[in-house]
């Protein structure tokens, strides 16, 4: 590690960082789910030509503006905090992340200043069909705007489609594509705009809820909740198959975060899926850190082997096989992957002394081995584990890895049979008469924030120790600031974030008491 | 007027009349936006969010030289 790593520095740095990743979040999936319910509703306005269409339409527009307004900019501090909090990791990554954001930056000024304009001053003003169209545009834009960013996360996963120079200690993108079409970029992508497609739906469904419970606004809330409900149960199974998907590519890209999830120490073939489970200390130790134990657990045998490698008898490796090595299944030790890592850092070293004695030939030699594909293959890939102290440092938070995934899942099920319900009281016409569904329906509006927040949490701190997967340690990512600073901006952020997050919150139910006035 | 300048002038006009037959909750939100933004631009971004890497070094070469020796200084 670095011999001046400030520790309060690097956990307030994270903190922080975790802080505006969290209240970002909670703005940004009813954004990118209600745009779409909104245009599927003005789509059956302007084919129907209904004005109660209209009005249901217009209601949902208000609450998506005041969401869409209040969660504007707040994800551009977290581009501050890299600057600012992270620059060894801002300047490692180099293009790699700026033309993603750049994208994203273009794409949303120009949505935001066009085509949600038009979809709240427009009505009256521009043709229904027009108007129609803007909405679909800032549907489209929004959740567009989202896959950049995802992009940009996917790639601190799985860094692919670069090479790094020694010249100016960046990556350089040699592939977009390689980076656009990453596999875990696109089953995250997949994975969390359903995943905003669900909230939204549940959003819509639960304040429909309420207004059936308070005797009014039948019209309006029936019909939003069959849109909501075929809308959220399409997007529930999104997620669910998106989920399956994206675990099968971590297996792959991030094999201790994914056995970490499962807490599968041992590998093994036939592994069983944990269904149900608690965790318990043991006596049982991989290098200084604690193996955890099942006090209790119901798992279906066989499943995790089934959905890695689509076979049951296939080997599943657990976390010790992962830090140790396992020969016999062609796994590189975390000890083996030092040595790699810290011969790629050799290498490094040699760059600069080169550099610094003018021998621009040997500089020369050097930089081209970094472009080399068995260089990078055989060393490069493992460059931040030369920042490693102990193999066991690769293993993540194990305890809150499995139940943050157990508990997103259990939630993922429980919004399908929500949704299923639903559909099914609508149907049957008994939704009044089920008011124990609605209560349901009413406070279930909080539980899809929740399982987002733990899919971030799941992913962000199922990555440590690593900022970029196998490349850089958080520890070697963080600015040399004072942690006083940091500590002074968390609480500003705190502050400022719980401010606007009251101010939608009050906004948003006083314009849910109104109602539509329209 | 040209073709040009009517656009330009019916694209203003219809900012103007969206702003002004704003609704009460449009309004507020347009407060917070604007108050949000000050704060992030003109308090965060200039006193506490400055870059850290254009603070210290004013070249490339510079910052390519100061994280390299980041990278290359460890144990």
Request: proline residues 2%.
């Amino acid at each position: 590690m670095f011999d001046s790593v400030d520790l309060t520095l690097v956990d307030w740095s994270r903190a922080q960082f975790a802080l505006t990743a969290i209240y970002h979040w909670l703005f940004v999936p009813l954004t990118l789910g209600l745009s779409f319910i909104i245009a599927i509703m003005e789509t059956i306005y302007v084919k129907t030509g209904s004005e109660e269409w209209k009005r249901i339409t217009r209601f949902w527009m208000t609450l998506f503006g005041i969401n869409f307004a209040i969660g504007i900019a707040t994800g551009i501090i977290l581009e501050f905090e890299f600057g600012t909090n992270w620059s060894n990791y801002s300047w490692f990554v180099g293009d790699i992340f700026g033309a993603p954001l750049a994208i994203e930056g273009i794409l949303a000024f120009f949505l935001e200043s066009t085509f949600v304009a038009v979809m709240f001053f427009g009505w009256n003003k521009v043709s229904k069909k027009f108007h129609l169209a803007s909405t679909w545009l800032v549907a489209v834009g929004a959740n567009l705007s989202a896959l950049w960013i995802l992009v940009a996360n996917a790639w601190m996963q799985n860094p692919v489609g670069m090479v790094f120079n020694p010249e100016t200690a960046r990556n350089e993108m040699v592939s977009f594509w390689k980076v656009l079409f990453n596999d875990v970029a696109v089953s995250k992508f997949l994975h969390t705009i359903s995943s905003g497609f669900l909230l939204a739906s549940m959003f819509v469904i639960g304040i429909s809820a309420w207004y059936l419970l308070s005797k009014r606004e039948y019209f309006l809330a029936k019909r939003s909740i069959l849109i909501a409900g075929i809308f959220g149960l399409l997007s529930s199974l999104l997620v669910a198959y998106t989920g399956d998907t994206s675990a099968k590519t971590l297996s792959k890209a991030q094999p201790v975060k994914f056995a970490a999830f499962e807490a599968l120490y041992e590998g093994k073939q036939n592994a069983g899926l944990v269904v149900l489970g608690v965790l318990k200390g043991s006596d049982k130790k991989i290098g200084e850190k604690e193996v955890n134990d099942f006090a209790f657990r119901i798992e279906i045998p066989g499943f995790l082997s089934l959905m890695t490698e689509g076979d049951k008898d296939s080997f599943v490796p657990g976390i010790k096989d992962l830090v140790n090595g396992n020969a016999s299944r062609g796994i590189l030790s975390v000890s083996e992957k030092i040595e790699r890592g810290k011969k790629a850092r050799d290498l490094l070293i040699e760059f600069k002394e080169a550099k610094q004695n003018n021998d621009s030939q040997k500089a020369e030699g050097i930089s081209g081995m970094f472009r080399e594909k068995k260089f990078i293959d055989d060393y490069f890939r493992y460059f931040g584990y030369a920042f490693l102290g102990k193999p066991e440092e690769v293993i993540p938070n194990v305890k809150t890895s499995f139940y943050t995934f157990h508990l997103m899942v259990m939630l993922g099920f429980y919004f399908i049979l929500v949704f299923i319900l639903a559909l099914f009281f609508l149907y049957r016409g008994t939704l009044l008469k089920n008011k124990w569904f609605l209560w349901v329906a009413l406070c279930s509006i909080l539980l899809p924030y929740v399982a987002g927040e733990l899919g971030w949490v799941l992913a962000e701190m199922g990555r440590q120790p690593w900022i970029i997967q196998d490349l850089m340690p958080v520890s070697a990512a963080v600015s040399q600031i004072s942690s006083g600073t940091v500590i002074t901006t968390f609480i500003l952020f705190a502050v400022l974030f719980t401010v606007l997050l009251i101010a939608e919150i009050s906004i948003m139910i006083k314009q849910i008491k109104l109602g539509p006035k329209y | 007027m040209n073709p040009v300048s009517s656009a330009m002038n019916r694209l203003l006009r219809f900012y103007y009349d969206g702003f002004r037959s704003m609704s009460w909750w449009g309004k507020r939100v347009w407060v917070i936006i604007l108050i949000k933004l000050f704060v992030i631009f003109l308090i965060l971004k200039l006193f506490f969010f400055q870059d850290f890497l254009s603070r210290k070094y004013s070249s490339d070469e510079q910052k390519s030289e100061y994280v390299l020796d980041q990278l290359i200084n460890s144990k």
